[in-house]
C-alpha cells in the first residue's frame, strides 16, 4: 500500500451545515411570494433556472441570489417589486455571513489526522470570497497545510490538483458529503474516496444509483470515523 501523501476534506456539509441555510432561504421565498403561485411551481422553476445558470454563474450564495431574482421575474411576468427583490438580495446576503458550526467529530478529527503528521489539504468549490469567508469564521484555518477552492469538482480537477502537489492518486484521500463532487471523481481516478452523508442534498449533487455502483468508497456515518479508517490505509 504506497504512502499517504494528501488527505483533504470538502468543506460544506462536511466539515459545517451549509445546505440547511439555503433551504430556509429558499423556504422563506416560497412564504414571501405565495401570491405570485404554488411552492411546487416555484421549486420546479428555481431547479430549472439554476440548472441553467450553473456554468454561468457557479456555485455559492451569489449564483442562488441571482437565480432566486430570475425565477421570480419569469413566473410574475416582470410583474415582482422593486421591495420583494429588495427581500430577495436580504435573503442572499445572510447566506454570505451566517455563523459557522462545526458538525460533530469534526475539531477532534482533524486534530487526530493532523497530529499524525499528515498532510491536510480544504479542497472545496465555490465563490472565492464567500468559500474564504467560511474558512476564517471556521476558525479552522490554521490546521490546513493546502487551501484548494475550485470552480468545479471533477476528474480532471482533482488530476490537476495532485500533480501540482507532485501526488499520486494511490496517495491521496478525499473526505466528503457529496458523492458528484467529493467522492466518485476520486474514485474513478484510483484514490481513496470516504463518503460522509448529511442529512440533506441539494437537488444538483444527486447521483442515480447506477453511477454509485460504478466505484469504489468507503461510506462513514461521522468524519469521526475517518482517523481509523486511515490506519488501514497507510
Same mark, same amino acid.
Given at each position: 500500500?504506497?504512502?499517504?501523501?494528501?488527505?483533504?476534506?470538502?468543506?460544506?456539509?462536511?466539515?459545517?451545515?451549509?445546505?440547511?441555510?439555503?433551504?430556509?432561504?429558499?423556504?422563506?421565498?416560497?412564504?414571501?411570494?405565495?401570491?405570485?403561485?404554488?411552492?411546487?411551481?416555484?421549486?420546479?422553476?428555481?431547479?430549472?433556472?439554476?440548472?441553467?445558470?450553473?456554468?454561468?454563474?457557479?456555485?455559492?450564495?451569489?449564483?442562488?441570489?441571482?437565480?432566486?431574482?430570475?425565477?421570480?421575474?419569469? =413566473? !410574475?411576468? #416582470?410583474?415582482?417589486?422593486? /421591495? %420583494?427583490?429588495?427581500?430577495?438580495?436580504?435573503?442572499?446576503?445572510? *447566506?454570505? $455571513?451566517?455563523?459557522?458550526?462545526?458538525?460533530?467529530?469534526?475539531?477532534?478529527?482533524?486534530?487526530?489526522?493532523?497530529?499524525?503528521?499528515?498532510?491536510?489539504?480544504? =479542497? !472545496?468549490? #465555490?465563490?472565492?470570497?464567500? /468559500? %474564504?469567508?467560511?474558512?476564517?469564521?471556521?476558525?479552522?484555518?490554521? *490546521?490546513? $497545510?493546502?487551501?484548494?477552492?475550485?470552480?468545479?469538482?471533477?476528474?480532471?480537477?482533482?488530476?490537476?490538483?495532485?500533480?501540482?502537489?507532485?501526488?499520486?492518486?494511490?496517495?491521496?484521500?478525499?473526505?466528503?458529503?457529496?458523492?458528484?463532487?467529493?467522492?466518485?471523481?476520486?474514485?474513478?481516478?484510483?484514490?481513496?474516496?470516504?463518503?460522509?452523508?448529511?442529512?440533506?442534498?441539494?437537488?444538483?449533487?444527486?447521483?442515480?444509483?447506477?453511477?454509485?455502483?460504478?466505484?469504489?468508497?468507503?461510506?462513514?456515518?461521522?468524519?469521526?470515523?475517518?482517523?481509523?479508517?486511515?490506519?488501514?490505509?497507510?
Amino acid at each position: 500500500m504506497p504512502t499517504l501523501r494528501l488527505i483533504a476534506f470538502d468543506a460544506d456539509d462536511t466539515l459545517w451545515p451549509n445546505q440547511p441555510h439555503f433551504d430556509a432561504a429558499e423556504a422563506r421565498l416560497h412564504e414571501l411570494l405565495e401570491h405570485y403561485g404554488t411552492p411546487q411551481q416555484f421549486t420546479d422553476q428555481f431547479f430549472a433556472v439554476q440548472r441553467q445558470n450553473l456554468p454561468l454563474f457557479g456555485y455559492g450564495a451569489k449564483p442562488f441570489m441571482l437565480s432566486m431574482i430570475e425565477t421570480v421575474l419569469q =413566473l !410574475t411576468d #416582470g410583474q415582482i417589486t422593486g /421591495q %420583494e427583490i429588495q427581500h430577495i438580495l436580504d435573503l442572499g446576503k445572510r *447566506l454570505l $455571513d451566517f455563523p459557522i458550526e462545526l458538525l460533530p467529530g469534526v475539531a477532534d478529527t482533524l486534530a487526530a489526522v493532523k497530529a499524525r503528521g499528515l498532510p491536510l489539504m480544504l =479542497l !472545496t468549490k #465555490g465563490d472565492l470570497f464567500d /468559500q %474564504e469567508s467560511k474558512l476564517a469564521r471556521s476558525g479552522l484555518g490554521d *490546521l490546513f $497545510d493546502h487551501v484548494e477552492i475550485v470552480s468545479e469538482k471533477n476528474e480532471s480537477t482533482y488530476q490537476r490538483i495532485l500533480d501540482r502537489h507532485n501526488v499520486r492518486p494511490e496517495e491521496f484521500v478525499m473526505v466528503g458529503n457529496s458523492l458528484k463532487s467529493d467522492v466518485l471523481p476520486v474514485a474513478r481516478l484510483g484514490g481513496h474516496a470516504a463518503y460522509v452523508p448529511y442529512h440533506t442534498t441539494w437537488v444538483l449533487e444527486r447521483v442515480s444509483e447506477a453511477e454509485q455502483a460504478s466505484a469504489s468508497f468507503r461510506e462513514m456515518q461521522s468524519v469521526a470515523e475517518v482517523p481509523a479508517w486511515l490506519e488501514g490505509l497507510v
